[in-house]
C-alpha cells in the first residue's frame, strides 16, 4: 500500500552490517545468521538486496573495519550503497536503485538499532514507502555507560514504537525473519 505509484516490489537493505561496526554488538552472530536467512528469502524470490555501508571519521572508507562482516556475503550483482549519513537515503543513489526495481516496500535488517537503523525506517516512512523492520535481525553496541538503554531494551524498544507507526498511504510493520515474505 505504499504511496509510490507503480512499485509493487520489495527489497532487503542490509545495512551497516561492517566488522567495526557490528564487532561488540548485541546477539552480533544470531543477527547475522537471520539477515542470511532474510538475503536467501530475498534471492529465492527474485527480490531486490540492497548493501548499504557507512563511512566517516571513525570508519575510514576502504579500511578493514569499514568491510562487510566476512559471514555476509554480496552477489556482484547486488547494488551497494554508500553513504555518510544515518539515513541510507541521505545524499546516496538509494532511491534510484529502488525506483528502478519498481520497489515501494523495503525490509531492513542490519546495525545500529538506535542510529543508522531508525534513520532508515524513519527516512523510507517519510518518503513514502512502506517499511518492515525485522525484528530478530538488527542489533547494536552496549552504550549504557553514556546513559543509553542497553541493547536489548532499545532493540525491544524500536521493535514496540515502529509497529504501531502510521501515515496515509503507507505502512509500518514489524515481523520475525521467519515471517519475512518479499514479493518481485
Not at 532487503?12 to 552490517?17: A, I, Q
Not at 536467501?40 to 524470490?45: G, L, P, Q
Not at 540492497?50 to 566476512?70: K, P, R, T
Request: glycine fraction near 6%; aromatic fraction near 6%.
Amino acid at each position: 500500500m505504499t504511496t509510490l505509484e507503480d512499485r509493487p516490489n520489495s527489497a532487503l537493505l542490509v545495512v551497516d552490517v561492517q566488522q567495526d561496526v557490528v564487532s561488540d554488538a548485541y546477539r552480533r552472530d544470531d543477527v547475522i545468521a537471520n539477515i542470511n536467512t532474510l538475503v536467501d528469502k530475498a534471492r529465492s524470490a527474485g527480490a531486490a538486496v540492497v548493501w548499504i555501508q557507512h563511512s566517516d571519521d571513525g570508519l575510514v572508507l576502504g579500511s578493514s573495519g569499514w568491510e562487510y562482516v566476512s559471514e555476509l556475503v554480496r552477489a556482484e550483482s547486488e547494488p551497494l550503497v554508500l553513504k555518510t549519513f544515518g539515513d541510507s537515503f541521505e545524499d546516496t543513489t538509494l532511491e534510484e536503485i529502488l525506483a528502478q526495481a519498481g520497489v515501494g516496500h523495503v525490509v531492513v535488517a542490519g546495525a545500529q538499532t538506535d542510529a543508522c537503523i531508525r534513520s532508515t525506517i524513519h527516512g523510507a516512512f517519510t518518503r513514502g514507502y512502506d517499511v518492515t523492520l525485522v525484528s530478530d535481525a538488527h542489533t547494536t553496541s552496549d552504550l549504557s555507560e553514556m546513559g543509553v538503554p542497553v541493547p536489548e531494551q532499545l532493540i525491544a524498544h524500536t521493535n514496540l514504537y515502529w509497529q504501531y507507526q502510521r501515515a496515509p498511504g503507507r505502512t509500518a510493520s514489524v515481523q520475525d525473519t521467519n515471517e519475512v515474505v518479499f514479493s518481485a
